[in-house]
């Protein structure tokens, strides 16, 4: 199954699709660079990666 892949807001801890998906089962073998976000809830820049990730349900 397909899952977007979200990334929690350290200000506000609301979810924000990164726009990636993933596979859900290859999801452990999947290696992820550290990407940066604006976010939309705190209008900050975020810097993130692999552990730093939700996978939508």
């Known amino acids: 199954m ?8 350290p200000s506000t ?10 596979e859900e089962d290859a999801w ?3 290696k992820l660079k550290a990407h940066k976000m ?3 809830h705190c209008e900050q820049v975020h ?7 939700v996978l939508a349900r």
């Open 2 to 9: 397909i899952k977007r892949i979200l990334v929690r807001c």
């Open 38 to 40: 604006s976010c939309p």
């Open 47 to 53: 810097d993130w990666t692999k552990k730093d990730v």
């Open 28 to 30: 452990t073998e999947t």
């Open 13 to 22: 801890a609301k979810l924000t699709p990164t726009g990636q998906t993933v």
